[in-house]
Nanobody, 124 residues
Framework: QVQLVESGGGLVQAGGSLRLSCAASGLPFSSYTMGWFRQAPGKEREFVGL????????DYADSVKGRFTISRDNAKKMVYLQMNSLKLEDTAVYYC?????????????????WGQGTQVTVSS
């Protein structure tokens, strides 16, 4: 059974940090590009960033560049999203997703498997 499970969400003050984790099972993990997306209330799901299967390439949305970092551990089948200098506008449900494709995969349609999401709330 192919599955992605996110964890690590919660409530954090503006300027603080949070690390999200995503555990994968049932797929050849190192062959998949892993993406992070987020969805705020009333808004569409948006691209946050991605990491290539090997982990040697990352891309980020301009809104999080320099503040968020994605990493992965292929041996553990885990991908992480380190979020620093959090802002109120980072409040959203965060999703990890897996794609069998390579490249700059910013659209949700390129991803084959999704996690259930984890809530991140940034307070003032």
């Amino acid at each position: 059974q192919v599955q992605l499970v996110e964890s690590g969400g919660g409530l954090v003050q503006a300027g603080g940090s949070l690390r999200l984790s995503c555990a994968a099972s049932g797929l050849p993990f190192s062959s998949y590009t892993m993406g992070w997306f987020r969805q705020a209330p009333g808004k569409e799901r948006e691209f946050v960033g991605l990491i290539s299967g090997s982990g040697d390439s990352t891309d980020y949305a301009d809104s999080v560049k320099g503040r968020f970092t994605i990493s992965r551990d292929n041996a553990k089948k885990m991908v992480y999203l380190q979020m620093n200098s959090l802002k109120l506008e980072d409040t959203a449900v965060y999703y990890c997703a897996a794609s069998a494709r390579d490249g700059l995969l910013v659209a949700t349609t390129w991803y084959d498997v999704w996690g259930q999401g984890t809530q991140v709330t940034v307070s003032s």
